[in-house]
C-alpha cells in the first residue's frame, strides 16, 4: 500500500511544475494545495494569483471552498480589481497558470464551456471563468484532468481555452503571443507536448499505471517521449509539507 | 447630498425594470446581492440580461426562476456543486423559458465593462485568439493591429453598458458614499459603467465614517442611486471581515436544484414564501449567527490628516 | 520572499541607467521622489525619458541638470509659479542641451501607461480630436471605429513603457510590499507597467503592517526590485498623511531658476554640494519639522478577520 | 468703490456657472473657491474632481497650493486615480470643467503648449495637463483668462484644448461627440459663442468696463449678443458665502 493518495501525488506533480519567484494563476483546491507546497519546499518566492482580485504570497490558513472566501482575503498580498491581475496577466508577468477542465484534446484545448456544440448543447457547463485568459496569455499551462478516454479527446468539441489549436505553428497564427500546455496531469500520468507539432505524449507514468493502461484511457493514440519513466513518488519533504498543509487531511 | 436610503422593495421596483441589463455578480464569489435576486424573483421581473464575470449560484437561481433572457457571462454555474442545474434546463431544454447566451472570458468581460465605463469605443485584447468564444459570441471582432506591420490579430471587445449594478458593500452613509474591501471584482468597473448603481449596505454609517477613508471608496457616492440597508444581503456568500460562506446553503440548492420540482420546491421555501430579507434573516436563524466573522484583524492605521 | 533593501546610491545606480524611460511623477503633485531626482544627478545621469503626467519641479531640475534626452509628458512646469525655466532653455535654446518632446494630455498619457501595464497594442481614446498634441506626437494615429457604421474618429495610443517607475509611498517592507494612500496619480498604472520600480518608503515597517490591509497595495510587491528608506524623500512635494508641501521651497526654486546662473547656484546649495538625502534632510533642519503632519485623521477601521 | 474686486467678482460669476448636482472639474485657485460658493449658495449638491485621483463633496478646509496637497486629501468623497476620474470624464459624467490658458480664440481654442508653434517656440508653456481632456470630454468647458489683446485673439498658434476649432460644425466633424465652451470669464467680461459659428461674443460686461474697453481688449473684431448688459454684481448671499470660503481674505 503506498504511504500517498493518487491525489496527493498529483498535488506534488503540480507543485515540481512551479519555479521559484514565479506568479501563478493557482485556482482552488488541488493547485492552490499544491502552491503551498511549492512555497514550503523548492519555490519560497512564488506568488499566487486569484481572478477575483488577489495576490498572496503564503495560501490561505484555513479551508478554502472559493478564492473569494474570507481566509483568502486575511493576510493577502495585494487585493485589487479582476482587471488588475488579469490586466498584469496579459502584460506577460503571470509565468504559469493550473486549469481544469471537461475535456483536453491531443493539442491541449481545452472544453468548459458545451458538450454537444454550442448551438445545441447536450451539456451545458459553467463556462471559461478566467480559464480561457490563463491559457490564451500565461507563459505555461498547467492542465488538471482526471484521465479517462471521454475527456482526453482527439479533439474537443468546443475550445473554450487554446491550447495548441490544431498544432504546429496554429497557436502563433492565431495570434497568441506566448504560453501553451506545459503539462497535463492526471490521475494516471503527466502528458507534455513533444515533436515540431506539439501533440501531447506520455511523459511519465504513476507508479501502479503501467503505459498501456493509460494509453488505453486516451482517447486518442498517445504517444510517448522517447525516456518516458515512472512519475517520481513523492519525498519525505514533499510529503511532509503537503501534511503541513493538508492538516485534515483532505486529500489522504 | 441627497438622502438615497430605500427599502429593498422600493429599490428593486423602482430601479431595476424588465428587460434591464443587470450585474449582480460584480465581486465574484464574494459579496453577491442575494438579497436583491430573491427580490427581483418575487416581483416577476422579466426578460433580464444578467452581465456577470462569474455568478456563484445567484444567476442559476433566477434562471429557473423564469427571470433572465439573456446572459452575458463569463461563468455560470454553482462553485460548490459546479453545473448549474436551472441553466443547464435552460440552455439545453428552454426550461423555463430559452435564454440566449453572450460567452465571455472573465478578462473580456472585465474589459467590457471598463470600456462602458470610461466611455471607450471598444477595448483592445489579446485573450480569446483561438478559443471558439469567438465563434459564439458574434459581439467580438478580430482585427489586424493598425500600428502595427506585422501580422497582429487583435480582439476587440465592445462597451457592455449595464442599465444597472447592484453591489453589496461593507458599509455605506444614506447618501450613496460606501465602504468595500478585500478583492474588488470588477466591482469599480460595473458601477461606473451602469446608469444605476444599487448600493446594498451591511451597516449604514456616519458620512464621516466614509469620509475618513476616501481610498476605500471604491465608486463616487454621486453614481449612486439608491442605498438599501440590509445586513447579511450577500448570504449565502461571504462578505470580507463581516460574513463567512454558508457552503452549506449552496451545497443544498446544488442538491435540491438538481429536478426542475426540487427547484421549485427550494424557491417556496427561501424566495416566495419568505416576505422580506428580515425574515429570511429570521429563517436562517443561529445559522446566520454562526456566519458571522467575530474575530478581529484591523488593518494598519492610516492617517489622512491635514497639518 | 527577497529582501529588496538598498540605499538611495545603490538603488539608483543599479536600477536607472543612462537612457532609460523612467516614471518620476506618477502621484501628479504628491509624493514626487525627488530623492531620486537629487541622486540622478550626483550621478551624473544622461539621456534620461521622462514619462510623467506632470511634474511639479522635478523634471525642471532634470532637464536644468543635462540629463534628459527626451520627456513624454502632460504638464511640466513649476505648480507654484507656473513655467519652468529650465524646461524654457531647454526647449527654446537648447540649454544645456535639445530635448525631444513627445506632448500628451493626463488622459492619454495615463492610457499609454495602462496600454503598457495590461500589454494592449494600444488604447483607443476619444480625447485629443481636434487638438495640435495629435500633430506635435507623431505616435499618436486617429482611425476610425471599426465597430461603427458612422464617422467616429478614435485616437489609438500606443503602450509607453518604461524602464523604470520610482515610487515614493508611506511605508513598506523590506520585500517590496508596499502601503500608498491619498489620491493616486498613476502610481498603479507606471508600477504595472515598468520592467523595475523603485520604492521610496518614508517608513520601512514588518510585513504583517503590509499585509494587514491589502486594498492599501497599490501594486504587488513581486514587481519591485528595491526598497530605499529615505523619509522625506519626497520633499518639497507633499505626502499625504506625512509631509506637507513646502512651496516656498519651489517658489525660491522658481525664483532662483530663472536665469541659468542662478539655477546652477541653487544647484550647488541643495544637490551637488549635499552628499545625500540624510545630509539633505539635516540641512532643512528645523523647516522640515514644521512640515511634519501632527495631527491624526485616522481611516475608520476595517476588518479582514475571516471567523 | 465697489464692495468687491474684480477677483471677486470672477469667482462668483464662474460659482453662478455651476448647477446643482453636477459633476465639476474645477482646479485651484479661482474656480475651486467658485465651486465652494456654489456648494454654499445654489448647488448644495455639487461634486467636485480632481485629476489627481480625488473626488469632493465640498473644498478642503484649508489653503490650497496644489490639488495633491493634504488638506485636498482629507475628507474627500473618492481616493483613486487619474484614469479612473478622467475615465469617467470619457464616459461622459462630467458635466462642466474650469480651465485657464494663455491664449483662447474667437471659437474658445485654447493653448497651453507652445508661443510661436510647436517647432521652434518663442515660448514653451507648460503643456495641457488634463486641460485638452477636459475641454474635448466634459460637456461644457468654462475658461477663466485675463482680458488682454494676446490673450484674446484672432486664431491661437496651437489648439493644446479644443474649443469650436474652426467654427460651425468643425468641433463634431473632428470626432468629438460633445462639449465645447460655454462661457469665458475675465476680468472685464463675459462671452459665450453666439450664432450659427459658435463664434465667441460678448454677453455681459463687468461692472466699471464698458463694451467699448472690453472691445478693445480684445484681439478679434468681438460682437455682442443682443440683450448683452451688466454682468449682474454680487448679491448680499454669494458674498457671504465667498467671505465664509475665503476667510483671509486672499481674493479680496
Known sequence: ?252 | MIDKLATLQQAVRDGIGDGDAVVLGAGLEAAIPFAVVFELIRQGRRDLELVAPISDGAADMLFGAGCVGAVSAAWVGNVSGGLGHNYRRAVEQGVPRNVVVNDYSNFSLGMALMAAAYGMPYMPVRSLLGSDILASNPALKVLQNPLSDEADPVVLVPPLKPDVAVLAVQRADRFGNAHLWGSLGVAQEAALAADRVLVLADEIVEPGVIASDPNRVVFPGFKVSAVVHEPAAQHPSPMTGIWKRDTEFYTDYHRRSRERDGFLAWLEEWVLGVPDHAAYRAKLGSRLDDLRIRGSALAAPANFAAS
Open chain 1, 1 to 252: 500500500m503506498p504511504a500517498y493518495s493518487t491525489q496527493e501525488l498529483m498535488i506534488i506533480a503540480a507543485a515540481r511544475e512551479i519555479r521559484d519567484g514565479e506568479v501563478v494563476f493557482v485556482g482552488m483546491r488541488l493547485p492552490i494545495t499544491a502552491f503551498g507546497v511549492a512555497r514550503l519546499t523548492h519555490a519560497p518566492n512564488a506568488v499566487g494569483l486569484f481572478e477575483c482580485g488577489l495576490a498572496r504570497h503564503a495560501p490561505a490558513q484555513d479551508m478554502l471552498y472559493t478564492m473569494s472566501d474570507p481566509p483568502n482575503q486575511l493576510g493577502a498580498a495585494w487585493a485589487t480589481g479582476l482587471t488588475q491581475v488579469m490586466g498584469i496577466l496579459q502584460g506577460g508577468w503571470v509565468h504559469a497558470g493550473f486549469i481544469g477542465g471537461a475535456e483536453i484534446d491531443r493539442f491541449g484545448n481545452i472544453n468548459t464551456s458545451y458538450i454537444g456544440g454550442a448551438e445545441k448543447p447536450t451539456v451545458k457547463l459553467p463556462g471559461s471563468g478566467g480559464a480561457a485568459d490563463i491559457a490564451a496569455m500565461s507563459h505555461r499551462l498547467l492542465a488538471i484532468m482526471n484521465h479517462e478516454p471521454h475527456r482526453l479527446v482527439e479533439r474537443v468539441g468546443y475550445v473554450t481555452s487554446p491550447g495548441g489549436l490544431a498544432g504546429g505553428g496554429a497557436r502563433r497564427a492565431a495570434g497568441l503571443r506566448r504560453g501553451g500546455v506545459a503539462a497535463v496531469i492526471t490521475d494516471r500520468a503527466i502528458l507534455r507536448p513533444h515533436g515540431p507539432q506539439g501533440e501531447l505524449h506520455l511523459a511519465s507514468f504513476h507508479p501502479g499505471h503501467a503505459p498501456e493502461e493509460v494509453r488505453e484511457k486516451t482517447g486518442w493514440s498517445l504517444r510517448t517521449i522517447p525516456g518516458a519513466t515512472e512519475t517520481p513518488p513523492p519525498t519525505a519533504e514533499e510529503m511532509a509539507a503537503l501534511h503541513a498543509i493538508d492538516r485534515e487531511g483532505f486529500w489522504r
